[in-house]
């Protein structure tokens, strides 16, 4: 199966709040709110016009299989990332990362992640592409210097 990244366009903006607005995704997310669709809508609409703002859809072969986003800001990018909930437990999480620092806009020399300490997968997958990780007390924090 292939992996890869592509640009989100507005076409991907309801699977991205189906996949947000699942059960574990909720849980691990440090917003446990339903998010509705008018609300998804005017949030992804800023995300996409604004040029600090880098939204991808991970598709393996034709399917699509989870969403990354990255927010610049100076030379720090600040990653946040779900992957589809039929697609977890593949690995896809280790992947999603690791591809996403093969399309990192110029300029980008961090990324930062941000979990909650319940979310092991996702620390698992940052410390497996070898971020450092830091406790702020319930928060989890991970960075990786790329360039």
Known sequence: MELSLRAATMEDAMDIMRWRNDEQSRANSFSKNIIRIPEHLEWYKKKMADEN????????????????????????GEISYII??????????????????????????????FTLPQNEGSGKCFEYNGYSKFVAGDIFCFVKRIR
């Open 53 to 76: 703002c880098h939204l991808f859809i991970l598709t393996a072969g034709s399917e699509k299989a989870g969403y990354i986003r990255i927010d610049v800001t100076g030379d720090f």
């Open 84 to 113: 589809a909930p039929e697609k977890r437990g593949q690995g896809l999480g280790k992947e999603i990362l690791a591809l996403l620092e093969k399309s990192l806009p110029d300029g980008v020399n961090a990324l930062i992640g």
